[in-house]
Each structure stands twice: as C-alpha cells, then as structure tokens.
C-alpha cells in the first residue's frame, strides 16, 4: 500500500494495517508531510507524524470528533476532567495533544509494536473528557512491568510457574493502582477485555478502597460482592445448566458459518429453556458504569483533547 492509498484509508476509517508505518523512512515521511496541505488527508497525515514521534505544528489540528475504539482490550476509566492530575497520578510525562483519530491510530501501532522489547508500554493514549470520564489506554511502565517472585530453587523448567507468578503480580499492582487512583479522583475503573480469548476482569474502587474485582482466570479470588455493573448477567466463570452435548449434533454435521449460526439459534433456545441471562465481560460492566470505548460516537459529548504521553520506558 502506498502512502496516499495509506492516508486515505484512514481519513475514511477504512481497513488498514498500522503495522506497516515500521517501514516508513524519509521519503515516505515526507509524502506525509506534503499531504498536510490536502483537508480531506490532513488529520490522517498528522496521525501518521503523531504515531512516528515526528513533529508536527499543533495549530493544525481539527477540532475533536469522538471515534470508536472498537479493538480496545486494556483501559482505564476516571470520572475527572483533570487532565493535568491523570498524568500526574500514573507519573506520565511529555504530552503531546493529539485528536482521536490520531491517538487511536498510535495506541493500534504502539499496543501490538512486537519488535521492541518496550513496545507496549512506551506509549499511551490519553483520552478527551467523554462524558464526564477520561480514558487512559496503557499503564505506567512499573506496572506494566511488574514480576512476580517464586520460592527459591522452585523447579520450573519451562517457565510456566514464572509466567503464573508474573500475572499474579500484575493483578495485585493494578488492584493497588485502582485504589490509589480512586483516593484521589473518588473512584477508578480498570477493565481488561481480550479479543484472541475469553479473558476478561474488572476492577471498580471507591474512595481509596477496591470494592469489586473480578478476574475470570482467578474467580475465587475475586473481591466484593457482585456489583451493580453486573445486574442482569451471570459471571462468565458460572457453568451453562444445560447438559454437555446439547450441540453434539451441531458441531458433528455442519461447518463454517452454518455451524455458528446453528449454534447461536441453538445458545438462545437453551437460554429461554432453563432461564439463563447472558454472561457479562468487561465490555458490559463498562457500558453500565462508565464509557465503553467501542461505543463513542457523535452522541458523546467531549471536552479538550486528548493527549500521547510517555511511560518511562525506552523505545
């Protein structure tokens, strides 16, 4: 794909590949650059310079139009219009105004950049005030890279207990942020929902206090009683009622997109039999509580613009 046809896609929100800014050298930047004199490619020029840490003439940005993030799988949630305070609080730094669009294209770039050893975690979006909440989408670099600790001379050829450990130690940091975050903004929401696997947590805290945690990985581990958030869902941890071959028949004679559909027909059949609400993800704790990203649009209502700040780590 070449620039032009780059830009255009994501002016018009089309299917694109962030991945491919990786290759970009001075005559592609340059391209960019001359496409800032062009409206219609103007903001998508600049979130191509904002994602690639080049300078840019802040006068040129437009004003803000909330877009969806409809990939989003990690983010914070602050009732606050504090902007200043957020990057305070996380230990932020060198914040660059950005609009959507623009930071949405660098958290794609910046959240799957697999061929640096930082990055994840170099780089985060700081979102607009959006009804009330500001998003943060990242976390702070000491967070990110928490390690958990196994007792000594503990066997683990493969490394799987290190693994176990470190996402034990990620739970308990980010349990710690939240309470610290609600100390000082009256609460903190953190929700984790992951579109490769089932994997979904929630973390709602109150005035310096978690008061519900939930973690499908861990879920008897989780904190407090079942939150509003959660009224009229079950957990997604709780078993169906119904027997283990109920789509035996299904997954035996059909393939593709006649199988789903069956089995869809089949799931909601089974559910008005036994009763049976849907389960709940993250997603769905977030839209009742607070902004669910996927869901901005033209009826969100935004103040200022958001922000690319730095974490600490290199890269």
């Known amino acids: 794909m070449d620039v032009a046809q780059l830009l255009s896609r994501i002016a018009a929100d089309g299917d694109y590949n962030p991945f491919s800014l990786k290759d970009f050298g001075p005559a592609e930047i340059a391209e960019v650059r001359a496409a800032l004199s062009s409206s219609e490619l103007r903001e998508a020029a600049l979130s191509v310079l904002a994602t690639l840490r080049e300078p840019f003439d802040p006068a040129l940005l437009p004003a803000e139009k909330p877009l969806p993030f409809s990939e989003c799988e990690f983010w914070y949630a602050l009732p606050t219009s504090d902007q200043a305070a957020v990057l305070d609080a996380f230990g932020f730094s060198s914040p660059v105004p950005v609009t959507m669009r623009m930071g949405r294209l660098a958290w794609r770039f910046e959240g799957n950049r697999w061929w640096s050893d930082h990055g994840r975690c170099s ?11 500001t998003l943060v989408f990242g976390e702070p ?3 990110h890279h928490a390690v958990g600790t196994l007792p000594p001379g503990e066997d683990d050829p493969y490394g799987v207990k290190q693994m176990a450990a470190d996402e034990a130690a990620h739970r ?4 710690e942020r939240c309470a610290s975050l609600s100390r000082r903004f009256g609460a903190a929401h953190l929700y984790l929902r992951s579109y490769g696997d089932s994997t ?5 805290a109150e005035h310096g206090e978690l008061i519900r945690w939930y973690d499908l990985m861990v879920p008897e ?7 509003p958030g959660e009224a009229g869902f079950r957990l997604p941890h709780e078993p169906n009622p119904w027997p283990d071959d109920s789509f035996n028949d299904i997954l035996s004679n059909h393939v593709g997109r006649e199988a789903a559909v069956r ?12 009763n049976v609400p849907d389960s709940c993800n993250a997603n769905d704790v977030a839209s009742a509580l607070s902004v669910l990203p996927r869901d901005l649009g033209p009826g969100t209502e935004v103040q200022g613009l958001g922000v690319l700040a730095r ?3 290199p890269g």
């Open 123 to 133: 780089v985060v979006y700081v979102s607009p005030v959006l009804d009330g909440w």
């Open 141 to 143: 670099a000491v967070d």
């Open 172 to 175: 308990a940091v980010r349990r």
């Open 200 to 204: 979904t947590s929630w973390f709602i």
């Open 221 to 227: 581990q989780q904190i407090g009683p079942p939150h």
């Open 263 to 274: 089995f869809r027909d089949r799931y909601r059949q089974l559910q008005a039999e036994y």
């Open 311 to 313: 974490t600490g780590c």
